[in-house]
């Protein structure tokens, strides 16, 4: 925000949630999870809709033009597409600080962001808590 705020900049707050990422592996017997799915769905939107209120505002006590936008996907994919489609010019982003194994068999939306993105992209990494 201090950025934005620096260079007269429009803040676009972007959460995405991939509720297939939370998709049980495929079993010998198949279970019916019913309505417990939209349940799922609803306390991600909800997680996201709280994420951009905060944002918004620390936007606004900043007075700067924000936009928060909540939507379901791939987050890598929709990171490049929501930038593409509104013209940013940087993409920032943070970091979860994962390595080894888990990252390799989960992958980095980051990552990904950064290898595909088709402008600046500046990565925060996540502070250790105490």
């Given at each position: 925000?201090?950025?934005a705020?620096?260079?007269?900049?429009?803040?676009?707050?972007?959460?995405?949630?991939?509720?297939n990422a939370?998709v049980?592996?495929?079993?010998?017997?198949p279970?019916?999870l019913?309505?417990n799915?939209n349940?799922?769905?609803e306390?991600?939107?909800?997680?996201?809709d709280?994420?951009?209120?905060y944002?918004?505002?620390?936007?606004?006590?900043?007075k700067i033009?924000?936009?928060?936008?909540?939507?379901e996907?791939?987050?890598?994919?929709?990171?490049?597409?929501?930038?593409?489609?509104n013209?940013?010019?940087?993409?920032?982003?943070?970091t979860l600080?994962k390595g080894?194994?888990?990252?390799?068999?989960?992958?980095?939306?980051t990552?990904k962001?950064?290898?595909?993105?088709?402008?600046?992209?500046?990565?925060?990494?996540?502070?250790?808590?105490n």
């Amino acid at each position: 925000m201090e950025l934005a705020k620096l260079i007269g900049a429009k803040v676009y707050a972007l959460y995405v949630f991939n509720k297939n990422a939370y998709v049980p592996p495929v079993l010998e017997t198949p279970i019916h999870l019913g309505s417990n799915w939209n349940v799922m769905e609803e306390m991600l939107r909800k997680e996201g809709d709280n994420a951009i209120q905060y944002a918004e505002k620390v936007a606004k006590d900043k007075k700067i033009d924000y936009e928060g936008v909540v939507v379901e996907g791939d987050p890598a994919s929709a990171i490049l597409e929501f930038a593409e489609q509104n013209k940013v010019d940087i993409i920032i982003m943070g970091t979860l600080g994962k390595g080894g194994l888990e990252r390799f068999l989960l992958g980095s939306v980051t990552d990904k962001v950064v290898r595909h993105s088709k402008v600046p992209v500046l990565v925060v990494k996540k502070q250790k808590q105490n």
